[in-house]
């Protein structure tokens, strides 16, 4: 396809001009508009046509760039489309792109290891939030950094969540006047200063703890002494099945309690978004307690729902474990708030709020599916076995009749 514009977008390393072809070096020379941030620029000292120095957010750029006529190039560090300018850029004007390496293959490089099974992911310019459940378990992870998530954050923020079983290999200035590399271990790590460019490489050097869908219910901090305020494993599988989440879901768990459903949410969508919301104060402890113990980075925050629920994104699924007394408000918001597809699963241990929770779906446009658990446990009893029941509970699953009938 032709192009109506000839711009070139082309990566660049940390050596400047060492790192470019020939027929690069002459396309900008020969270019009159040559635009990159202020440290890429510098490596052309001599270029006589017209600087753009890139700053703040990109639409402004894509719109001078959308009616410039002149021959024009685009620098970037690396590969312009690996976390870089160049997927946006590429989306919206005619651009064609020549990738130097990405600092990723750079540092491997260094490291003297392959990298095609490695995990990447960028938390330049982006929170931290959430990183915990996504590399969980994974044996090679490759960070892109910043100054604020730096390696000693990233060290700070393992730690925290006791995954003790990495080490991190750190390269700083690739290809730069300063270039420095090497192994540190997180505690080491995490009291040390490094260069801002940089790129951080985790390795799993032991192992690590394992839990599978439906952990114990023994296994989380509980209110004591009056422990039982939590949903049930098995319950709790019913209900994450109902839920049907994807890797990159956004859910509600309300009256998170113990944050048993929040944290095996987490672990059912890394990639995705949890947000718990719990009264007692109490128990919203025991629930931080437990994100640390089996390492799912959600936010949880105290309060009585509705109320705190606008701080929360649209949900694609949502779990209510209590209603609090305040159920058809709770459940109008839900309802209006939750994505397109999504599904609402909510517990009731009484006919009462089965009833009222039955009655508020209808009147909100929404048709429900009704499961009635009775669960017997076995339990030793001289030298012979009987079964224990659990409080029977309703899990009751809700969708938008419009969807379920289209």
Known sequence: MALTQSIKLIGIGDNGQESLLPQYISWIEECEVLVGGE??????????GEKIVVKGGLQPLVEQLKNEKRKTVI?????PLFYGLGGYLASKIDIEVYPY??????AFSKMGESWQ??????????????????????????????????????????????????????????????????????EDMENLEFSPL?????????????????????????????????????IRVLSLYAMQLTSNSIVWDIGTCTGSMAIESAKLAPEGQVFAIEKNEGDLENCLQNQRKFRTDLTAIHGKAPEGLETFPNPDAIFIGGTGGNMKDLLKVCCERLTQGGRIVLN???????????????????????????????????????????????????????????
């Open 39 to 48: 440290r890429l620029l510098e490596f052309f000292p001599y270029y006589i």
């Open 75 to 79: 620098l970037a560090s690396g590969d």
């Open 101 to 106: 390496f990405s600092s990723i293959q750079l």
């Open 117 to 186: 099974d490695a995990y990447l992911i960028s938390v330049h310019g982006r929170s931290m939030k959430g990183l915990a459940q996504k590399i969980d378990g994974k044996s090679k992870i490759a960070l892109l950094t910043d100054t604020d998530n730096s390696p000693s954050k990233i060290a700070e923020y393992l730690l925290s969540f006791g995954m003790k079983e990495y080490r991190a290999f750190v390269a700083e200035n690739i290809q730069g006047e300063s270039e420095k590399y090497g192994w540190y271990e997180l």
């Open 198 to 234: 940089n790129v951080v490489i985790l390795k799993k050097v032991g192992e690590n703890p394992k839990w599978t869908l439906g952990i114990d219910d023994e296994e989380f901090s509980q209110r004591k002494p009056d422990k039982g305020l939590i949903t049930k494993k098995e």
């Open 348 to 406: 009731a241990a009484t006919i009462e709020n089965l009833y009222r929770a039955n009655e508020a779906f209808e009147e909100f446009g929404f048709e429900t599916s009704i499961m009635h658990a009775q669960i017997s446990r076995s339990k030793p009893i001289l030298g012979m076995k009987r079964f224990v029941p659990l409080n029977p509970i309703y899990i009751i699953t809700a969708k938008r009749k419009e969807e379920i009938h289209e």
